[in-house]
């Protein structure tokens, strides 16, 4: 599987429908594999955090943490900040940074590419977007874009050409990752350069996730697995603090 997605990262454009003939289970066996090495990237972060509290009496996941308890009392009900985490957190996410590489229509790529810059807007500067207008619009758009998609089913390609579509797929990517960088606010910019290394997990989700996108042209399997790591998150951490 690591060999496969370090394949895919040099040329995403070669893996496009790649798996289309996969059957089911082929395809819960690459999920799993995918589970595998999305969680075995975070081992990276733990090291890193265990000499950051013992070297130089720091820690970054100390902000995460904070910021999660956070969003977790601003949220009345424990099962909707779950809902909001592990429901529509990834399906906004795949919604906004992998929807572009499986789109047929121009004009729907423009309309999520404009959603996905005024997402980002509102991240950065802290801008209030209504939750339920935001979560409507996206929805219409997410059927509109699955009937164009059902319309245009004989063309496989997509409107991007191999050069251009790599570039987007990187992007994607890269963005996916660095705006996890809101996780950890407020920044210490005595280790900002640890940042990147604290999304390297966000990273590598970010390319599995593209991978199974555009492998299997559809956006369930990759939100399957997001909501799958969200959830398995959020599990742990109520039974850690349960006991």
Known sequence: MIKDIITFYRNPYSYLNKGQSDSVKEKIT?????????????????????????????????????????????????????????????????????????????IWNMIIFLILV???????????????????????????????????????????????????????????GMIHLGNFVPLSWSVFYLYPVYVLPQFVYGIVFSYLAIKYNSMIWPFLLHAGINSAAEIYKFLNDAS
Not at 123 to 146: E, K, P, R, T
């Open 118 to 176: 005024a997402y980002l807007i509102s991240n950065i500067f802290y801008l209030q977007i209504s939750f339920l207008w935001y979560h409507v619009m996206i929805m219409l758009i997410f059927a509109a874009v699955l009937i164009s998609n059902q319309v245009n089913h004989s063309d496989n390609q997509p409107i991007f050409e191999k050069k251009n579509y790599n570039y987007l797929c990187w992007i994607l990517i890269l963005a996916f």
């Open 30 to 106: 690459s999920m799993k594999d995918a589970f595998m090495v999305c969680i075995g990237s975070t081992i990276l972060i733990t090291i890193i955090e265990m000499i950051l509290r013992y070297c130089f009496n720091t820690s970054i996941v100390r902000n995460l943490n904070h910021n999660k308890n956070e969003f977790r009392s601003a949220n009345s009900s424990g099962w909707v900040s779950f809902m909001k985490i592990c429901l529509l957190g990834p399906f906004n996410e795949e919604f906004l940074f992998r929807l572009l590489l499986i789109t047929k229509s121009q």
